[in-house]
């Protein structure tokens, strides 16, 4: 090497570890120096760091801390922060406490403000039952909040009616083994009947017999109406059906505990017992809270119909 140019070997100390010695040319590790700048970076960072342990709280003791020379306090300045955004709601719920319900929407600063705080008040309270967004649960039999199938109506008025005072749903059994006045075979005819009212049945004969009860002695049709769509879209004998019964339609594909055949069956065998609990009479949620949540419930998307 050195016939042929400067050795650079001797530039630059080795770390003595070599290996592969064949003919006099070793492979060596060299002990390259870090870069100058690289080197004052992390100086400076150590003196930044002894500076702040100095300033700032920065040491855990046994039942305390370092306080620091500044005297800072993050908790102080967090809490004067929270007190800085309480403020400031403060004038915008008022105007919310003072705004119809419909209203809300044409000011989109407060309809804004509303939805991200009742998004928030359902993720905590409404969503471990009805699911995140108001998707809904079959196998709880929580209603879907998302679409225009509602029990009770989806207007506004009706929603925070809903949230305030509750509802509870009740299905009776009909088969005689759960305490209802019929056989197993006439439940399967009321089951054929309702796959029938969406187009399901492959039993006419049964589903037949099933109608003729379902709107005779079972008396089926004087919460769900004529032709099974429900209470609010239905009519019993020609007249309205009281719209808090809030009983299902049944002619959609739209279930609260599923509309496969055997869920079906064993819902008018055994019954169903459906509880919405009264957060504004229990106390649980404030009236603004239950304002809130109602905007982002029927912001949801469902609801939007005439007369749902």
Known sequence: MAEHGHDHS?????????WDDEDGFPLQEYNNPLPTWWLYTFYATIVYAVIYWF???AWPLVNSFTKGMLGANMYQELAAEEAAAKEKRKGIEAKLANLPLEDIAKDNQLWQFAMSSGKAIFGDNCAPCHGAGGVGSQAGGYPILVDDDWLYGGTMATIQETITHGRAGMMPAHDKANGGAFTSSQVAELTEYVLDLSK???NKEAAQKGKALFNGEAGCNNCHGDNGKGSLLDTAGG???EPSIGAPNLADAIWLYGGDPATIQATIAKGRNGHMPAWGDSGRLSAMDIKMVTVYVHGLGGGKKAGK
């Open 10 to 18: 001797h530039d630059v100390s080795t770390t003595g570890h070599t």
């Open 55 to 57: 300033l700032y709280p």
């Open 200 to 202: 399901r049945s492959s």
């Open 239 to 241: 007249q309205k059906i």
